[in-house]
C-alpha cells in the first residue's frame, strides 16, 4: 500500500462494498477470496486515505490542506527557504507539501 487519499478512497469504498454485500459474497461461487479479504481491503482502504492525508498527496499532486508551509522552494537556485516570519514553525498534520520538490 502507498499513501495517497485517492487511491485509499477508492480501495475503502470496494473494502466497504464488500463489507457490506457479506451474505452476497458468499453464495456466488468463485467469490470465496474476495469474502475472506474483505476486512483486509477495507483495512488497507482506511489505512492508505489516512497515510494520503499525512503525505498531504492526492494523485501524487500535493496538497495544502491545513494551510501554507514553513517553506518556499526558490526556483532559480532550487534551494527551499523558509517564508519570512514563520521561524519553527510548525505544520497542522503531516508534512509540508514542498517535500514533494527535495531532491
Same mark, same amino acid.
Given at each position: 500500500?502507498?499513501?495517497?487519499?485517492?487511491?485509499?478512497?477508492?480501495?475503502?469504498?470496494?473494502?466497504?462494498?464488500?463489507? *457490506?454485500?457479506?451474505?452476497?459474497?458468499?453464495?456466488?461461487?468463485?467469490?470465496?477470496?474476495?469474502?475472506? #479479504?474483505?476486512? %483486509?481491503? %477495507?483495512?488497507?482502504?482506511?489505512? *492508505?486515505?489516512?497515510?494520503? =492525508?499525512?503525505?498531504?498527496?492526492?494523485?501524487?499532486?500535493?496538497?495544502?490542506?491545513?494551510?501554507?508551509?514553513?517553506?518556499?522552494?526558490?526556483?532559480? #537556485?532550487?534551494? =527551499?527557504?523558509?517564508?519570512?516570519?514563520?521561524?519553527?514553525?510548525?505544520?497542522?498534520?503531516?508534512?509540508?507539501?514542498?517535500?514533494? *520538490?527535495?531532491?
Amino acid at each position: 500500500m502507498f499513501g495517497d487519499i485517492a487511491h485509499g478512497a477508492i480501495v475503502l469504498l470496494v473494502g466497504i462494498i464488500l463489507c *457490506a454485500s457479506e451474505d452476497f459474497i458468499k453464495g456466488v461461487e468463485g467469490m470465496e477470496m474476495f469474502h475472506q #479479504t474483505r476486512y %483486509l481491503v %477495507l483495512m488497507m482502504g482506511i489505512f *492508505a486515505t489516512y497515510m494520503g =492525508f499525512i503525505y498531504n498527496d492526492f494523485m501524487s499532486f500535493p496538497i495544502e490542506l491545513f494551510g501554507r508551509g514553513c517553506y518556499e522552494l526558490d526556483r532559480d #537556485t532550487g534551494k =527551499f527557504e523558509t517564508i519570512s516570519g514563520q521561524e519553527n514553525c510548525v505544520y497542522g498534520f503531516g508534512f509540508d507539501p514542498v517535500w514533494m *520538490a527535495s531532491s
